[in-house]
Nanobody, 122 residues
Framework: QVQLVESGGGLVQAGGSLRLSCAAS????????VGWFRQAPGKKREFVAA????????YYADSVKGRFTMSRDHANNAVYLQMNSLKPEDTAIYYC???????????????WGQGTQVTVSS
């Protein structure tokens, strides 16, 4: 099993920044990819970004490309999502998820955190 704990959400004005953290524990050696997903009220959950557990490769949804950056902290078994130039449409619950396969965008994410709320005011 892999346990994931997110932190760093909050309320920010449009144009501001937040950094989300996802700390992994347990069988972390089984992780191939860690992704961030988000779900806004009344909408489907959507892919935001992902990073290989090695930290070598990152992937982003078009809606966040150029504004969000994902990084890997090997010492602390954590990943981060730096979110800049936030917009009201970024408001959602953000979830960290771990995937033991190399699939990036949707399939295979077996482990999920509890989510952290991000609210961007206009």
């Amino acid at each position: 099993q892999v346990q994931l704990v997110e932190s760093g959400g909050g309320l920010v004005q449009a144009g501001g920044s937040l950094r989300l953290s996802c700390a992994a524990s347990g069988r972390t050696f089984s992780i191939a990819v860690v992704g961030w997903f988000r779900q806004a009220p009344g909408k489907k959950r959507e892919f935001v970004a992902a990073i290989t557990w090695s930290g070598i490769s990152t992937y982003y949804a078009d809606s966040v490309k150029g504004r969000f950056t994902m990084s890997r902290d090997h010492a602390n078994n954590a990943v981060y999502l730096q979110m800049n130039s936030l917009k009201p449409e970024d408001t959602a619950i953000y979830y960290c998820a771990a995937n033991p396969s190399s699939s990036i965008y949707s399939d295979g994410y077996n482990y999920w955190g509890q989510g952290t709320q991000v609210t961007v005011s206009s």
